[in-house]
């Protein structure tokens, strides 16, 4: 069984930064690739960034230049930077796991809120 725990998130204002940690722990030998999907009330989960094992990464065209993705392969965890947040970057935000063996393991969410 593969475990997921998130960390970070919250209330920014617009322009503000917050940074999203996850950390991956229990039956699980190497991650292919991880990362972050969001999602609001009524629409579909949309990727965010992910991250694979040889450092490549993948940004939503929305966030390029503002969310950077990082990851420690040795410890099974990554981090999401959330830089010059906008009101519509609020939303659920869910890490996600993929070890390459045809699951995929999600974290609880964490709430992140654009605001002034």
């Known amino acids: 069984q593969v475990h997921l725990v998130e960390s970070g998130g919250g209330l920014a204002q617009p322009g503000g930064s917050l940074r999203l940690s996850c950390a991956a722990s229990g039956s699980i030998f190497s991650i292919n690739h991880m990362g972050w999907y969001r999602q609001v009330p009524g629409k579909q989960r949309e990727l965010v960034a992910r991250?694979?094992?040889?450092?490549?990464?993948t940004m939503a065209e929305f966030v390029k230049g503002r969310f950077a993705i990082s990851r420690d392969n040795a410890k099974n965890t990554a981090s999401l930077q959330l830089n010059n947040l906008k009101p519509e970057d609020t939303a659920v935000y869910y890490c996600?796991?993929?070890?390459?063996?045809?699951?995929?393991?999600w974290g609880q969410g964490t709430q992140v809120t654009v605001s002034s």
């Open positions: 991250i694979f094992k040889s450092g490549y990464t």
């Open positions: 996600y796991v993929d070890p390459g063996l045809g699951a995929t393991y």
